[in-house]
Protein backbone atom coordinates (compact mmCIF):
# COMPACT_ATOMS: atom_id res chain seq x y z
CA UNK A 1 0.00 0.00 0.00
CA UNK A 2 1.21 3.31 -0.97
CA UNK A 3 1.55 6.56 1.04
CA UNK A 4 -2.22 7.37 2.32
CA UNK A 5 -4.13 9.86 0.41
CA UNK A 6 -4.98 11.84 3.42
CA UNK A 7 -3.85 10.83 7.00
CA UNK A 8 -4.85 12.50 10.32
CA UNK A 9 -3.25 12.21 13.36
CA UNK A 10 -4.65 12.98 16.70
CA UNK A 11 -5.92 15.81 15.19
CA UNK A 12 -8.24 18.67 17.45
CA UNK A 13 -9.64 21.84 15.73
CA UNK A 14 -10.74 25.04 17.79
CA UNK A 15 -12.59 27.98 16.15
CA UNK A 16 -11.26 31.08 17.29
CA UNK A 17 -12.83 32.73 20.12
CA UNK A 18 -14.21 28.99 21.50
CA UNK A 19 -12.88 26.50 24.32
CA UNK A 20 -14.57 23.44 23.06
CA UNK A 21 -12.60 21.72 20.00
CA UNK A 22 -15.41 21.42 17.36
CA UNK A 23 -13.26 18.12 16.32
CA UNK A 24 -11.33 16.16 18.88
CA UNK A 25 -8.23 14.01 18.42
CA UNK A 26 -9.07 12.57 15.17
CA UNK A 27 -7.23 10.01 13.52
CA UNK A 28 -8.30 9.04 10.25
CA UNK A 29 -6.57 7.33 7.30
CA UNK A 30 -8.29 7.56 3.34
CA UNK A 31 -5.87 4.79 0.77
CA UNK A 32 -6.14 5.93 -2.89
CA UNK A 33 -9.41 5.11 -4.69
CA UNK A 34 -11.44 4.42 -1.59
CA UNK A 35 -14.95 6.16 -1.32
CA UNK A 36 -15.70 7.34 1.99
CA UNK A 37 -19.06 8.74 3.41
CA UNK A 38 -18.89 10.70 6.71
CA UNK A 39 -22.09 11.19 8.35
CA UNK A 40 -23.76 12.50 12.08
CA UNK A 41 -25.82 15.11 13.52
CA UNK A 42 -26.03 18.56 12.88
CA UNK A 43 -23.26 20.11 14.65
CA UNK A 44 -20.97 17.09 14.92
CA UNK A 45 -17.72 18.78 13.55
CA UNK A 46 -18.38 16.74 9.48
CA UNK A 47 -17.85 20.22 7.73
CA UNK A 48 -14.74 21.07 10.03
CA UNK A 49 -13.16 17.73 9.90
CA UNK A 50 -13.28 18.58 5.53
CA UNK A 51 -11.69 21.53 5.87
CA UNK A 52 -9.47 20.72 8.34
CA UNK A 53 -8.37 17.95 6.07
CA UNK A 54 -7.79 20.56 2.94
CA UNK A 55 -6.33 23.18 5.42
CA UNK A 56 -8.81 25.43 5.24
CA UNK A 57 -9.21 25.22 8.43
CA UNK A 58 -5.99 25.78 11.16
CA UNK A 59 -5.89 22.90 13.39
CA UNK A 60 -4.92 23.42 16.73
CA UNK A 61 -3.11 19.60 17.65
CA UNK A 62 -2.24 16.64 15.96
CA UNK A 63 -0.95 16.23 11.77
CA UNK A 64 -2.70 16.61 8.83
CA UNK A 65 -1.25 14.94 5.90
CA UNK A 66 -2.25 15.00 2.03
CA UNK A 67 -0.53 12.62 0.01
CA UNK A 68 2.30 12.77 2.55
CA UNK A 69 2.65 16.25 2.98
CA UNK A 70 1.57 18.65 5.95
CA UNK A 71 -1.12 20.77 5.47
CA UNK A 72 -0.19 23.17 7.47
CA UNK A 73 3.16 24.23 5.02
CA UNK A 74 2.00 22.97 1.91
CA UNK A 75 -1.80 24.22 2.27
CA UNK A 76 -2.01 26.23 -0.73
CA UNK A 77 -0.14 23.78 -3.24
CA UNK A 78 -2.22 20.75 -2.21
CA UNK A 79 -5.16 22.47 -2.86
CA UNK A 80 -4.60 22.80 -6.09
CA UNK A 81 -5.13 18.87 -6.35
CA UNK A 82 -7.92 18.36 -3.94
CA UNK A 83 -11.52 19.05 -5.78
CA UNK A 84 -13.64 20.59 -3.25
CA UNK A 85 -17.80 21.35 -2.90
CA UNK A 86 -18.22 23.62 -0.02
CA UNK A 87 -21.41 23.50 1.61
CA UNK A 88 -24.45 25.00 0.55
CA UNK A 89 -23.20 27.14 -2.03
CA UNK A 90 -25.51 29.36 -3.50
CA UNK A 91 -24.99 31.92 -6.27
CA UNK A 92 -27.58 35.03 -5.84
CA UNK A 93 -29.25 35.69 -9.14
CA UNK A 94 -27.54 38.76 -9.69
CA UNK A 95 -23.85 37.21 -9.87
CA UNK A 96 -21.57 39.11 -12.19
CA UNK A 97 -19.79 36.18 -13.40
CA UNK A 98 -20.24 32.94 -16.56
CA UNK A 99 -20.42 29.41 -15.46
CA UNK A 100 -16.84 28.82 -17.56
CA UNK A 101 -14.81 31.71 -14.94
CA UNK A 102 -16.27 30.13 -12.37
CA UNK A 103 -15.32 26.63 -13.14
CA UNK A 104 -11.92 28.09 -14.97
CA UNK A 105 -11.30 29.98 -11.33
CA UNK A 106 -10.47 26.46 -9.69
CA UNK A 107 -7.03 26.10 -12.24
CA UNK A 108 -5.83 29.80 -10.94
CA UNK A 109 -3.94 28.29 -8.37
CA UNK A 110 -2.21 26.13 -10.44
CA UNK A 111 -1.57 28.73 -12.76
CA UNK A 112 0.51 30.52 -10.76
CA UNK A 113 1.02 34.43 -10.45
CA UNK A 114 1.09 36.72 -13.02
CA UNK A 115 0.57 33.97 -15.68
CA UNK A 116 -2.50 33.76 -17.93
CA UNK A 117 -4.54 30.43 -18.28
CA UNK A 118 -3.19 28.39 -21.40
CA UNK A 119 -5.34 26.45 -23.85
CA UNK A 120 -4.88 23.26 -21.46
CA UNK A 121 -6.65 25.18 -18.86
CA UNK A 122 -9.56 26.54 -20.93
CA UNK A 123 -9.85 22.66 -22.50
CA UNK A 124 -9.68 21.06 -18.86
CA UNK A 125 -12.91 23.83 -18.41
CA UNK A 126 -14.22 22.51 -21.12
CA UNK A 127 -13.86 18.48 -19.86
CA UNK A 128 -14.83 19.01 -16.91
CA UNK A 129 -18.00 20.68 -17.82
CA UNK A 130 -19.00 18.20 -20.19
CA UNK A 131 -18.01 15.85 -17.87
CA UNK A 132 -20.41 16.87 -15.64
CA UNK A 133 -23.54 17.12 -19.07
CA UNK A 134 -23.21 21.31 -18.54
CA UNK A 135 -21.32 22.01 -21.35
CA UNK A 136 -23.99 24.21 -22.52
CA UNK A 137 -24.26 26.09 -19.16
CA UNK A 138 -20.78 27.40 -20.03
CA UNK A 139 -21.46 30.92 -21.40
CA UNK A 140 -24.90 31.37 -18.65
CA UNK A 141 -24.25 33.77 -16.07
CA UNK A 142 -24.10 31.32 -12.55
CA UNK A 143 -26.55 33.18 -10.84
CA UNK A 144 -28.90 32.46 -13.46
CA UNK A 145 -29.10 28.63 -13.03
CA UNK A 146 -31.14 26.59 -10.73
CA UNK A 147 -30.01 24.72 -7.37
CA UNK A 148 -29.23 21.86 -8.93
CA UNK A 149 -27.60 23.45 -12.21
CA UNK A 150 -24.68 25.79 -9.71
CA UNK A 151 -24.09 22.24 -7.93
CA UNK A 152 -23.10 20.90 -10.86
CA UNK A 153 -21.26 23.56 -12.24
CA UNK A 154 -19.25 23.25 -8.58
CA UNK A 155 -18.41 20.09 -9.19
CA UNK A 156 -17.42 20.73 -12.78
CA UNK A 157 -15.40 22.90 -10.85
CA UNK A 158 -13.59 20.67 -8.58
CA UNK A 159 -13.44 18.37 -11.97
CA UNK A 160 -11.57 21.09 -13.88
CA UNK A 161 -8.63 21.14 -11.40
CA UNK A 162 -8.05 17.30 -12.69
CA UNK A 163 -7.94 16.17 -8.81
CA UNK A 164 -6.74 13.76 -6.98
CA UNK A 165 -8.98 13.51 -4.57
CA UNK A 166 -12.79 15.10 -4.02
CA UNK A 167 -14.18 16.11 -1.33
CA UNK A 168 -17.87 16.84 -1.01
CA UNK A 169 -19.51 18.51 1.36
CA UNK A 170 -23.17 17.52 1.65
CA UNK A 171 -23.42 18.24 -2.29
CA UNK A 172 -27.25 17.27 -2.50
CA UNK A 173 -28.67 20.16 0.01
CA UNK A 174 -31.15 22.14 -1.17
CA UNK A 175 -31.92 19.94 -4.31
CA UNK A 176 -35.00 18.29 -5.84
CA UNK A 177 -34.87 14.38 -6.55
CA UNK A 178 -34.57 14.86 -9.75
CA UNK A 179 -31.06 16.99 -9.28
CA UNK A 180 -29.90 15.35 -6.30
CA UNK A 181 -30.36 11.77 -8.67
CA UNK A 182 -28.20 13.55 -11.15
CA UNK A 183 -25.49 14.74 -9.07
CA UNK A 184 -24.88 11.45 -7.66
CA UNK A 185 -25.04 9.39 -10.42
CA UNK A 186 -22.57 11.68 -11.56
CA UNK A 187 -20.41 11.53 -9.02
CA UNK A 188 -20.47 7.50 -8.72
CA UNK A 189 -19.46 7.99 -12.66
CA UNK A 190 -16.52 10.19 -11.52
CA UNK A 191 -15.41 7.86 -8.69
CA UNK A 192 -16.05 4.76 -10.49
CA UNK A 193 -14.22 5.46 -14.33
CA UNK A 194 -11.35 7.99 -12.57
CA UNK A 195 -11.12 5.93 -9.86
CA UNK A 196 -11.35 8.81 -7.80
CA UNK A 197 -10.77 9.34 -4.39
CA UNK A 198 -13.54 10.78 -2.78
CA UNK A 199 -14.92 11.65 0.48
CA UNK A 200 -18.62 12.94 0.82
CA UNK A 201 -20.42 14.24 3.72
CA UNK A 202 -23.98 13.34 4.36
CA UNK A 203 -27.04 14.45 5.80
CA UNK A 204 -29.41 12.47 4.70
CA UNK A 205 -28.33 8.55 4.92
CA UNK A 206 -30.43 7.74 2.02
CA UNK A 207 -28.13 9.62 -0.22
CA UNK A 208 -25.52 6.92 0.61
CA UNK A 209 -24.66 5.66 -3.18
CA UNK A 210 -23.96 2.18 -3.56
CA UNK A 211 -20.07 2.40 -4.38
CA UNK A 212 -19.73 3.77 -1.09
CA UNK A 213 -17.05 1.18 1.24
CA UNK A 214 -16.88 2.69 3.96
CA UNK A 215 -18.78 5.04 6.52
CA UNK A 216 -17.56 7.31 9.40
CA UNK A 217 -19.63 8.12 11.86
CA UNK A 218 -19.22 11.14 14.20
CA UNK A 219 -20.57 12.17 17.28
CA UNK A 220 -19.71 15.26 19.77
CA UNK A 221 -16.62 16.17 17.64
CA UNK A 222 -14.97 12.57 17.30
CA UNK A 223 -14.91 9.51 15.02
CA UNK A 224 -17.86 7.09 16.73
CA UNK A 225 -17.85 4.22 14.25
CA UNK A 226 -15.49 3.74 11.42
CA UNK A 227 -16.56 0.75 9.00
CA UNK A 228 -18.47 -0.59 6.28
CA UNK A 229 -21.55 0.58 5.55
CA UNK A 230 -23.62 -2.51 6.96
CA UNK A 231 -21.58 -2.00 10.04
CA UNK A 232 -22.04 1.38 10.83
CA UNK A 233 -25.36 1.90 9.62
CA UNK A 234 -26.85 -0.45 12.24
CA UNK A 235 -29.99 1.39 14.05
CA UNK A 236 -28.45 0.40 17.31
CA UNK A 237 -25.42 2.68 16.53
CA UNK A 238 -27.51 5.48 14.67
CA UNK A 239 -29.09 5.44 17.45
CA UNK A 240 -26.57 5.94 19.87
CA UNK A 241 -25.07 8.98 17.79
CA UNK A 242 -28.16 10.86 16.75
CA UNK A 243 -29.45 10.64 20.49
CA UNK B 1 -5.47 80.81 -18.69
CA UNK B 2 -8.97 79.93 -18.20
CA UNK B 3 -8.67 77.42 -21.22
CA UNK B 4 -5.57 76.05 -19.31
CA UNK B 5 -7.43 75.69 -15.84
CA UNK B 6 -10.38 74.05 -17.71
CA UNK B 7 -8.22 71.68 -19.44
CA UNK B 8 -5.96 70.76 -16.66
CA UNK B 9 -9.46 70.33 -14.57
CA UNK B 10 -10.70 68.38 -17.30
CA UNK B 11 -7.93 65.51 -17.33
CA UNK B 12 -7.85 65.56 -13.65
CA UNK B 13 -11.76 64.72 -13.53
CA UNK B 14 -11.11 62.25 -16.27
CA UNK B 15 -8.78 60.67 -14.10
CA UNK B 16 -10.31 60.67 -11.23
CA UNK B 17 -13.59 58.97 -12.52
CA UNK B 18 -11.46 56.79 -14.63
CA UNK B 19 -9.49 55.68 -10.82
CA UNK B 20 -13.11 55.70 -8.89
CA UNK B 21 -15.09 53.50 -11.08
CA UNK B 22 -12.08 51.17 -11.38
CA UNK B 23 -11.68 50.73 -7.51
CA UNK B 24 -15.86 51.26 -7.26
CA UNK B 25 -16.03 48.19 -9.60
CA UNK B 26 -14.16 46.48 -6.59
CA UNK B 27 -16.03 48.04 -3.74
CA UNK B 28 -19.58 47.56 -5.22
CA UNK B 29 -18.68 43.67 -5.72
CA UNK B 30 -16.60 43.20 -2.22
CA UNK B 31 -19.60 45.06 -0.41
CA UNK B 32 -17.21 47.27 0.83
CA UNK B 33 -19.27 50.52 0.17
CA UNK B 34 -19.37 51.20 3.55
CA UNK B 35 -15.78 51.12 4.33
CA UNK B 36 -15.35 53.62 1.02
CA UNK B 37 -17.77 56.04 2.41
CA UNK B 38 -15.90 56.04 5.55
CA UNK B 39 -12.65 56.22 3.63
CA UNK B 40 -13.64 59.25 1.57
CA UNK B 41 -15.04 61.03 5.33
CA UNK B 42 -11.41 60.31 6.72
CA UNK B 43 -9.69 61.67 3.62
CA UNK B 44 -11.74 64.92 4.50
CA UNK B 45 -10.47 64.97 7.88
CA UNK B 46 -7.03 64.37 7.02
CA UNK B 47 -7.16 67.24 4.36
CA UNK B 48 -8.70 69.62 7.11
CA UNK B 49 -6.04 68.83 9.87
CA UNK B 50 -3.61 69.61 6.66
CA UNK B 51 -4.70 73.56 6.58
CA UNK B 52 -4.81 73.80 10.05
CA UNK B 53 -0.90 72.60 10.84
CA UNK B 54 0.37 73.87 7.35
CA UNK B 55 1.30 70.31 6.14
CA UNK B 56 0.81 68.79 2.92
CA UNK B 57 -3.41 68.15 3.11
CA UNK B 58 -3.29 65.58 0.07
CA UNK B 59 -1.00 63.64 2.19
CA UNK B 60 -2.39 63.68 5.37
CA UNK B 61 -5.49 62.75 3.27
CA UNK B 62 -3.66 59.77 1.79
CA UNK B 63 -2.27 58.49 5.26
CA UNK B 64 -5.65 59.28 7.23
CA UNK B 65 -7.80 57.17 4.15
CA UNK B 66 -5.01 54.92 4.27
CA UNK B 67 -5.12 54.44 8.39
CA UNK B 68 -9.16 53.98 8.23
CA UNK B 69 -8.48 51.11 5.33
CA UNK B 70 -5.67 49.05 7.84
CA UNK B 71 -7.98 49.51 11.02
CA UNK B 72 -11.23 48.69 9.17
CA UNK B 73 -10.08 46.59 6.66
CA UNK B 74 -9.08 43.14 8.97
CA UNK B 75 -12.53 44.13 10.93
CA UNK B 76 -15.17 44.00 7.39
CA UNK B 77 -13.15 40.93 6.43
CA UNK B 78 -13.85 39.15 9.58
CA UNK B 79 -17.38 40.12 9.65
CA UNK B 80 -17.36 41.38 13.12
CA UNK B 81 -18.26 44.57 12.29
CA UNK B 82 -21.26 45.29 10.46
CA UNK B 83 -21.40 47.97 7.79
CA UNK B 84 -23.77 50.03 9.59
CA UNK B 85 -21.93 49.86 12.66
CA UNK B 86 -18.72 50.93 10.67
CA UNK B 87 -20.66 54.01 9.07
CA UNK B 88 -22.38 54.84 12.06
CA UNK B 89 -19.06 55.42 14.35
CA UNK B 90 -16.60 56.76 12.19
CA UNK B 91 -18.98 59.01 9.87
CA UNK B 92 -19.99 61.12 12.88
CA UNK B 93 -16.07 61.49 14.33
CA UNK B 94 -14.46 61.51 10.82
CA UNK B 95 -17.20 64.67 10.16
CA UNK B 96 -16.43 66.22 13.40
CA UNK B 97 -12.85 66.10 13.72
CA UNK B 98 -12.99 67.33 10.02
CA UNK B 99 -15.29 70.45 10.55
CA UNK B 100 -12.94 71.06 14.10
CA UNK B 101 -9.85 71.07 12.02
CA UNK B 102 -11.37 73.65 9.72
CA UNK B 103 -12.43 75.52 12.20
CA UNK B 104 -9.14 76.27 13.73
CA UNK B 105 -7.05 76.49 10.26
CA UNK B 106 -5.46 79.79 9.90
CA UNK B 107 -7.10 82.52 7.91
CA UNK B 108 -10.47 82.58 7.38
CA UNK B 109 -12.32 79.60 9.01
CA UNK B 110 -14.30 78.40 6.18
CA UNK B 111 -12.16 79.38 3.31
CA UNK B 112 -12.66 78.47 -0.43
CA UNK B 113 -9.77 75.96 0.25
CA UNK B 114 -10.99 74.01 3.33
CA UNK B 115 -14.33 74.38 1.12
CA UNK B 116 -13.47 72.92 -1.34
CA UNK B 117 -12.06 70.08 0.50
CA UNK B 118 -16.11 69.43 1.15
CA UNK B 119 -17.29 69.87 -2.19
CA UNK B 120 -14.15 70.07 -4.45
CA UNK B 121 -12.83 72.89 -6.66
CA UNK B 122 -11.94 73.76 -10.02
CA UNK B 123 -8.96 75.86 -8.71
CA UNK B 124 -5.80 74.83 -7.46
CA UNK B 125 -5.82 71.27 -8.74
CA UNK B 126 -2.02 71.53 -9.38
CA UNK B 127 0.15 70.05 -11.90
CA UNK B 128 1.79 67.40 -9.27
CA UNK B 129 -1.95 66.73 -7.82
CA UNK B 130 -2.52 65.88 -12.22
CA UNK B 131 0.67 63.68 -12.11
CA UNK B 132 0.21 62.07 -8.87
CA UNK B 133 -3.81 60.79 -10.27
CA UNK B 134 -2.30 59.87 -13.55
CA UNK B 135 0.61 57.85 -11.94
CA UNK B 136 -2.09 55.97 -9.66
CA UNK B 137 -4.42 55.14 -12.63
CA UNK B 138 -1.53 54.21 -14.42
CA UNK B 139 -0.31 52.33 -11.45
CA UNK B 140 -3.66 50.44 -10.62
CA UNK B 141 -4.53 49.37 -14.72
CA UNK B 142 -0.99 47.68 -13.92
CA UNK B 143 -1.09 46.30 -10.95
CA UNK B 144 -4.92 44.91 -11.57
CA UNK B 145 -3.79 43.84 -15.38
CA UNK B 146 -0.63 41.79 -13.85
CA UNK B 147 -2.96 40.23 -11.01
CA UNK B 148 -6.16 39.88 -12.88
CA UNK B 149 -7.17 36.25 -12.32
CA UNK B 150 -6.33 36.66 -8.13
CA UNK B 151 -8.30 39.42 -8.27
CA UNK B 152 -10.88 38.05 -9.90
CA UNK B 153 -11.33 34.93 -7.79
CA UNK B 154 -11.81 37.01 -4.62
CA UNK B 155 -14.57 38.83 -6.37
CA UNK B 156 -16.15 35.79 -6.76
CA UNK B 157 -15.47 34.53 -3.40
CA UNK B 158 -12.83 34.56 -0.97
CA UNK B 159 -12.93 30.82 0.35
CA UNK B 160 -13.24 29.63 -2.95
CA UNK B 161 -9.96 31.63 -4.14
CA UNK B 162 -8.67 30.20 -1.01
CA UNK B 163 -9.56 26.78 -2.14
CA UNK B 164 -8.73 27.00 -5.65
CA UNK B 165 -4.49 27.38 -3.89
CA UNK B 166 -4.36 31.53 -4.07
CA UNK B 167 -3.50 33.57 -1.23
CA UNK B 168 -6.52 36.12 -1.54
CA UNK B 169 -5.38 38.40 1.64
CA UNK B 170 -2.61 40.46 -0.10
CA UNK B 171 -5.13 41.09 -3.09
CA UNK B 172 -8.17 42.28 -0.82
CA UNK B 173 -5.50 44.61 1.15
CA UNK B 174 -4.47 46.07 -1.76
CA UNK B 175 -7.64 46.73 -3.39
CA UNK B 176 -8.26 48.93 0.29
CA UNK B 177 -4.72 50.47 -0.30
CA UNK B 178 -6.21 51.52 -3.61
CA UNK B 179 -9.20 52.64 -2.51
CA UNK B 180 -7.70 54.41 0.09
CA UNK B 181 -5.40 56.33 -2.42
CA UNK B 182 -8.24 56.87 -5.09
CA UNK B 183 -10.08 58.67 -2.36
CA UNK B 184 -7.34 60.59 -1.25
CA UNK B 185 -6.16 61.66 -4.40
CA UNK B 186 -9.68 62.65 -6.08
CA UNK B 187 -10.21 64.86 -3.08
CA UNK B 188 -9.46 68.07 -3.97
CA UNK B 189 -11.06 68.23 -6.86
CA UNK B 190 -14.37 66.51 -6.54
CA UNK B 191 -14.51 66.65 -2.32
CA UNK B 192 -14.69 64.91 0.76
CA UNK B 193 -18.47 64.51 0.91
CA UNK B 194 -19.07 63.27 -3.34
CA UNK B 195 -15.90 61.04 -3.64
CA UNK B 196 -17.73 58.43 -2.99
CA UNK B 197 -20.62 59.07 -5.02
CA UNK B 198 -17.83 58.54 -8.21
CA UNK B 199 -16.86 55.53 -6.80
CA UNK B 200 -20.11 53.59 -6.23
CA UNK B 201 -22.85 55.28 -9.07
CA UNK B 202 -20.38 54.61 -11.88
CA UNK B 203 -19.89 50.61 -10.90
CA UNK B 204 -23.36 50.44 -9.72
CA UNK B 205 -24.10 51.20 -13.57
CA UNK B 206 -22.10 49.15 -14.66
CA UNK B 207 -23.69 46.36 -12.68
CA UNK B 208 -27.39 47.24 -14.45
CA UNK B 209 -26.29 46.03 -17.92
CA UNK B 210 -23.75 43.45 -17.35
CA UNK B 211 -23.60 39.96 -16.52
CA UNK B 212 -19.49 39.44 -16.48
CA UNK B 213 -17.39 40.84 -13.91
CA UNK B 214 -14.48 41.62 -16.38
CA UNK B 215 -16.90 43.58 -18.32
CA UNK B 216 -17.54 45.28 -15.35
CA UNK B 217 -13.80 45.98 -14.79
CA UNK B 218 -13.83 47.47 -18.00
CA UNK B 219 -16.77 49.26 -18.44
CA UNK B 220 -16.96 51.18 -14.77
CA UNK B 221 -14.36 53.36 -15.21
CA UNK B 222 -15.25 54.70 -18.88
CA UNK B 223 -18.41 55.74 -17.19
CA UNK B 224 -16.97 57.42 -14.14
CA UNK B 225 -14.45 59.24 -16.33
CA UNK B 226 -17.80 60.04 -18.43
CA UNK B 227 -19.64 61.64 -15.41
CA UNK B 228 -16.89 63.26 -14.35
CA UNK B 229 -16.18 64.91 -17.35
CA UNK B 230 -19.96 65.63 -18.08
CA UNK B 231 -20.33 66.71 -14.34
CA UNK B 232 -16.89 69.25 -15.10
CA UNK B 233 -18.76 70.67 -17.92
CA UNK B 234 -21.84 71.18 -16.13
CA UNK B 235 -20.39 72.96 -13.42
CA UNK B 236 -18.68 75.36 -15.98
CA UNK B 237 -22.40 75.36 -17.38
CA UNK B 238 -24.18 76.00 -14.93
CA UNK B 239 -21.57 77.49 -12.39
CA UNK B 240 -21.73 74.55 -10.03
CA UNK B 241 -19.36 73.06 -7.34
CA UNK B 242 -17.38 70.47 -9.48
CA UNK B 243 -18.04 67.49 -6.90
CA UNK B 244 -21.63 68.15 -6.82
CA UNK B 245 -22.20 68.65 -10.25
CA UNK B 246 -20.43 65.27 -10.68
CA UNK B 247 -22.46 63.16 -8.35
CA UNK B 248 -25.91 64.46 -9.91
CA UNK B 249 -24.73 62.96 -13.58
CA UNK B 250 -23.04 60.28 -12.19
CA UNK B 251 -26.86 59.26 -10.28
CA UNK B 252 -28.48 60.37 -13.19
CA UNK B 253 -26.71 57.96 -14.52
CA UNK B 254 -27.57 55.06 -12.13
CA UNK B 255 -31.27 55.74 -12.45
CA UNK B 256 -31.04 55.74 -16.05
CA UNK B 257 -28.98 52.24 -16.11
CA UNK B 258 -31.52 50.96 -13.13
CA UNK B 259 -34.63 52.02 -15.70
CA UNK B 260 -33.48 50.73 -18.75
CA UNK B 261 -31.67 47.57 -17.05
CA UNK B 262 -32.30 44.08 -18.96
CA UNK B 263 -31.59 42.71 -15.67
CA UNK B 264 -34.04 43.70 -14.13
CA UNK B 265 -37.26 43.37 -16.81
CA UNK B 266 -39.29 40.36 -16.14
CA UNK B 267 -39.80 37.64 -18.90
Redesign the interface.
Known sequence: MGTPVIELRGVTTIYEGERIPAIHEIDLVVERGEFLALIGPNGVGKTTLLETI?G?LDHKAGAVRLFGLDVRREG?????RIG?I?QAVSFPE?????VR??VL???????G??H??RAADYRAVERALELVGSAALARR?IG?LSGGQQQKVMLARAMA?EPELLLLDEPFSNLDFVAREEIASTIVRLHEELGLTTLIVLHDLKGLPPCCQRVVLMRAGRIFRDGCPDEVLDPLILAAAYQ | MLLGIFSSTLVGAILAGWSCGLVGAFVV?LNLSSLGFTMSHAAFAGAALGLLLDWDPLLLASLFSLAVAGALGPAAERAKLEPNVIIGITFPLTMALGLIFLRFAPGTALSSTALGLLWGSVLGVTEMELLELAFLSGAMVVLIA??F??F??IL?DM?????????PRPFYYAILFLTGMTVALSLKLIGGLLVFALMINPAATA?QF?????K?ILFSPLIGAGAAALGLLGSFAFDLPVGSAIALVSTAGFGLAVALSP?RRRG
Open positions: NLHRLRRYPLTPFLDVMARFGRILIRPPKK | RLFKELALKLAREAGLNFLHDMKIK
